[in-house]
C-alpha cells in the first residue's frame, strides 16, 4: 500500500550554509569527525532500534566525503539492508537524486510517506510505527508530532521537553503520483500548508544541541530523569554513560526552565493564532 522512506542528508556542499552558529568552517575534517560521533552516538542507534523495520533510511553524502569515512559509514549500515547509502553532488543534486530514487524503487505502491532526520538528532523507538499509525490513505497529509526533548552536551549538559511546531522530524504521507516528499521545502515552511495533523500526545523525538548546530538553543524545560527515556531512545553506551554522569540537576536551572517554558508556549500559540488567521497564507 505504501513505501516508507526516513531521509537524512549529511555533508552535502551547499552555498548557503558554510559556517555554524560560532563561524566555524563547515565540512572540515574536524567537522566530519564531530558530527560522525554525534551521529554515531546519537542518531543511527535510535533509528536501528525502532519497534518497526517497515521503512527504508535513505542517507545522502557528498560525493567529495573522504574513502576514510564512506569506509566507516559502510561499515556501519553493513548488517541493515533497509539503510541505503547514496553519494551526491552537493544540495543542489539533492532533490533530483530523492525523487529519482523514490520513482525507481516505489513506482508500484500506491502511497509514499517520507519522514526526515537530521544526522545528530535522536527518534523515540516507536517514531515510525507512529507515523504509519496515521496513514489512512490521506492523499495528502503532512504529520506534525510537536512534542519531544532536547539535550544540550556542550557546555553543559541539560535535559529538557520541547515542543515546535513544523520542526525537523515531520512526515509526509502523500499519493505516490508525482510525490512531493517532506523534503521539498524546509521543515519550517510546513507552515504554509493547511493539510497538517498535529499531535502532541507522544514525546517522539530527541533534539541534541551542541557548539555546531546551525542555528539551535537550547530551549527546553522541566524536570527530566534520564532514567525515565533510555529505554525508549536508545543512544550508545558511550553517551548513556556520559548523560547519567553529567546532566546537570534541575535546581541548578530551574530559572532558565520557567524561562524556557513561557517563552515556548508564547510562541506555539502565537504562530497557531497566525496560522488561524491565515497569515501564512498570504
Not at 218 to 235: E, I, M, P, R
Amino acid at each position: 500500500m505504501f513505501d516508507h522512506y526516513l531521509i537524512t542528508r549529511f555533508n552535502l556542499r551547499a552555498s548557503f550554509w558554510n559556517t555554524t552558529k560560532n563561524n566555524e568552517k563547515l565540512l572540515t575534517d574536524e567537522w566530519m569527525e564531530n558530527r560522525m560521533w554525534l551521529f554515531e552516538n546519537f542518531c543511527f542507534p535510535t533509528v536501528v532500534s525502532q519497534s518497526n523495520k517497515n521503512f527504508k533510511w535513505l542517507l545522502f553524502f557528498d560525493e567529495n566525503t573522504k574513502e576514510i569515512y564512506k569506509n566507516r559509514i559502510e561499515k556501519l549500515v553493513e548488517n541493515h539492508p533497509h539503510f541505503v547509502v547514496l553519494y551526491i553532488n552537493g544540495m543542489d543534486a539533492f532533490y533530483g537524486e530523492l525523487t529519482g530514487y523514490i520513482k525507481k524503487n516505489s513506482s508500484e505502491k500506491p502511497y509514499l510517506i517520507t519522514s526526515r532526520i537530521d544526522n545528530d538528532d535522536s527518534i523515540h523507538k516507536d517514531f515510525i510505527d507512529e507515523i504509519q499509525k496515521q496513514f489512512k490513505q490521506q492523499d495528502f497529509c503532512a504529520i506534525d508530532f510537536i512534542a519531544g526533548y532536547s539535550i544540550q552536551i556542550e557546555p553543559q549538559f541539560i535535559l529538557g521537553k520541547k515542543e515546535q511546531l513544523f520542526n525537523p522530524f515531520i512526515s509526509l504521507i502523500e499519493k505516490n503520483e508525482n510525490p512531493e516528499t517532506a523534503l521539498n521545502k524546509d521543515h519550517r515552511m510546513w507552515k504554509k500548508e493547511k493539510r497538517v495533523l498535529q499531535i502532541s500526545n507522544k514525546r517522539l523525538w530527541l533534539s541534541i544541541i551542541h557548539h555546531k548546530n546551525k542555528i539551535n538553543k537550547f530551549d527546553g524545560y522541566g524536570n527530566v530523569n534520564w532514567s525515565d527515556l533510555k529505554n525508549d531512545f536508545t543512544l550508545s553506551n558511550e553517551v548513556n554513560t556520559l548523560l547519567e554522569q553529567k546532566l546537570i540537576p534541575f535546581s541548578q536551572w530551574r530559572f532558565l526552565s520557567l524561562k524556557n517554558f513561557f517563552i515556548q508556549k508564547f510562541e506555539i500559540n502565537f504562530k497557531l493564532f497566525k496560522r488561524a488567521l491565515g497569515v501564512y497564507n498570504s
